[in-house]
């Protein structure tokens, strides 16, 4: 609904450090976003402990800086306890403006320690359609929706259109791209687990793979950055704030892109200040920047082979040998400079630091180990520096925040409340989800993914009422009226039992009440209170988040007021991506420098990610069943031609635990 207040959106800085936070504020941030040492989508950054946000949020809220702390990550059955306890300390003490969530728990959370602050939805979430937006507004009482950063202007305004008005949302408009549709991506998680829904994600998408005779990394994408067309969003009035992605990027990089967007925001019609933002953007020592689909007439695809997807400015090259390893950079380098050698997963990477200035075309010889000299040709990567201007700037708020009093945060005597567990668990059963049709063993519940295109082709009557029907993991704005009418007539002919795989797909439901309603396993479902807020949004039951381990699969049921169910086998992707390399073939094998093999095959509006081995833990079946779980789901996938199955375990995390 529009409003009639002139925009002027909030710039959101990244803040991953205490200098970071301070360079935000040297900039004129008009909001910062940070983590805690727990629970952040980025604990590879330096975070902060309790302590250090009361003092920075102090100061932040002297120069009238709003400060957004992100709990944007997966919660464990056992972690409810000490998330209420941070939330109300947070809530006590510290007194931040809003949290950032994924998971629906911290929204109960909330409600339980009296949280003052707004409650902002992330792009973890993955609110991806309109009526999705509404959804999430409504039933959860979110003040702010994080949209995807897929989204083209046609479809950004489509959201906006749905945006209830008590409400606003908040767009990415420069940064780390993803490969994989945020929420959406377990290749981290399902190699070595680290989840990306917990913050720790390795970045596999970043590594070389090869396919046929050719190496490349096919899957890593540029840096998102809008730029010059942020001046179109100025015309969305609920569009109330743009983000800039980096919480684990340094100062420079802070202070250049938010002075940039200031410019494009403020003064983006005047030629000599347009410029100017470009000029902070290219030394802002981000990656090569991609408008992504933002233009729907004119898209960029975010991943080239051709293009240099290492972090940070590009400023020269290995060269030398043994005895004398140097560059000639392409830039003036200064004095504490941060230089990183190749890529992380390259021969000879390493973090150098420039010790005196070299001009433009000199010479900077490096000292490199030995036994890890980088090859010539290796490319060097300038990741952060120190420039005398924002130092000083930096150190003059050093000095404000030490002449504040240090403040001590008391422990909190937080207990959480826990649901009362629901009914006993019917009788337990099978489920084998397919895209087509095909017979199953006897017993087994057949279910069948939907597509925004079914309305086109229905299945005859029998066939809709006997399957379980499977909504697609994510739903873009141009599939959202065509799977409504696909929804709408396997209702009519008799349609009762589906899988959401996401808590705002209610929405294609004029009521739950009547329906079977079951949220999937990409909602990503892992402890109670996120079980109750599906129990009160009106589903029925609840197969629960993949990643977990042992132990908290136990845990579950103990205090669940729903059915549950869980994946014990088949095909679960790596990742599902709006994009593909063109350099990439679907349906071939590709094949990582470890040897892990998978393929890519679009569905819908994207492209699934697969590994060639699958997720198998049916010999755990008759110890979740007396643990209390009802419903058993097999995943298969048609293999393309040319790839074979790899025997090997696929527990995932079942024995080492989700990190």
Not at 7 to 32: M, N, Q, R, Y
Not at 584 to 591: D, M, Q
């Amino acid at each position: 609904m529009q409003n009639n207040t002139k925009p002027h959106p909030l710039i959101l800085a990244p803040a991953g450090s205490k200098v970071s936070f301070l360079a935000a504020l040297a900039a004129g941030a008009d909001a910062v976003y940070c983590g805690l040492k727990s629970f952040s989508a980025r604990m590879e950054a330096d975070n902060f402990t309790m302590e250090e946000l009361a003092s920075l949020v102090g100061l932040a809220h002297g120069k009238g800086t709003k400060v957004y702390i992100t709990l944007n990550s997966l919660v464990k059955p056992g972690e409810l306890e000490m998330c209420g306890k941070l939330l109300d300390q947070l809530n006590s003490q510290v007194k931040p403006d809003a949290i950032i969530i994924q998971d629906l728990a911290f929204a109960a959370l909330a409600r339980q320690t009296g949280f003052a602050g707004e409650i902002h939805l992330s792009t973890l979430a993955n609110v991806s359609f309109p009526e999705g937006v509404k959804k999430a507004v409504k039933d959860h009482g979110v003040k702010k929706v994080v949209i995807p950063r897929e989204l083209n202007i046609d479809e950004i305004k489509a959201m906006s259109a749905a945006c209830p008005e008590d409400a606003s949302l908040e767009i990415f408009l420069h940064g780390a791209l993803c490969y994989g549709v945020s929420g959406r991506c377990y290749w981290s998680s399902y190699l070595g687990g680290k989840s990306g829904l917990r913050g720790r994600c390795v970045q596999p998408c970043r590594r070389v793979y090869s396919q046929k005779n050719q190496s490349e990394r096919f899957f890593s994408c540029q840096d998102l950055s809008v730029d010059v067309l942020a001046k179109v969003l100025l015309t969305i009035p609920e569009i109330s704030t743009w983000k800039i992605e980096g919480r684990k990027k340094g100062p420079h990089y802070v202070y250049y892109t938010v002075s940039a967007y200031k410019l494009l925001r403020d003064h983006g019609n005047e030629p000599e200040m347009k410029r100017r933002a470009l000029s902070y953007l290219e030394q802002a020592l981000g990656r090569h920047g991609t408008h992504y689909n933002f233009l729907p007439q004119r898209p960029q695809p975010p991943v080239s082979v051709k293009t240099h997807t290492g972090s940070g400015m590009l400023v020269g090259t290995i060269k030398g040998g043994k005895q004398k390893t140097f560059i000639i950079p392409r830039e003036n380098l200064l004095a504490g400079d941060l230089l990183r050698i190749g890529y992380e997963d390259s021969l000879g990477h390493s973090i150098s630091k420039v010790t005196k200035s070299v001009p433009k075309k000199g010479r900077l010889y490096l000292k490199v180990p030995s036994k890890n000299i980088p090859l010539n040709g290796t490319p060097v990567f300038l990741i952060d520096r120190r420039e005398k201007g924002l130092s000083d700037l930096i150190r003059g708020l050093e000095k404000e925040l030490a002449r504040r009093d240090p403040i001590l945060v008391k422990p909190s005597d937080f207990t959480v409340r826990l649901p009362k567990k629901g009914r006993k668990p019917a009788k337990p059963v099978e489920m084998v989800v397919r895209r087509k049709a095909g017979r199953g063993k006897a017993g087994q519940i057949p279910g069948l993914w939907m597509s925004a295109s079914d309305s086109e082709h229905l299945p005859k009557k029998n066939t809709i009422r006997g399957n379980w029907w499977w909504l697609p993991p994510v739903v873009w704005p141009d599939d959202e009226q065509k799977l409504r009418e696909s929804i709408g007539s396997f209702i009519k002919r008799g349609g009762r039992n589906f899988v959401l795989n996401a808590p705002w797909q209610t929405a294609f439901f004029p009521k739950t009440k009547g329906f079977n309603l079951w949220a999937g396993p990409f909602c990503n479902i892992a402890n109670p209170l996120s079980i109750k807020a599906m129990s009160d949004a009106g589903f029925s039951g609840v197969i629960v988040s993949p990643e977990l381990g042992s132990e908290d699969y136990y845990k579950l049921p103990k205090h669940s007021p729903l059915p549950l169910g869980i994946v014990i086998s088949g095909n679960w992707p790596f990742c599902i991506s709006r994009t593909v390399s063109e350099d990439i073939k679907t349906s071939k094998a590709f094949t990582s420098p470890r040897g892990e093999k998978g393929w890519v095959k679009k569905y819908f509006s994207d492209y699934w990610v697969y590994p060639n081995w699958i997720l198998d833990i049916k010999k755990q079946r008759e110890v979740l069943m007396k643990a209390g779980y009802s419903l058993f789901v097999h995943m298969e996938e048609h293999l393309p031609k040319g790839v074979q199955l790899k025997q090997r375990p696929g527990k995932w995390n079942w024995d080492v635990g989700l990190r």
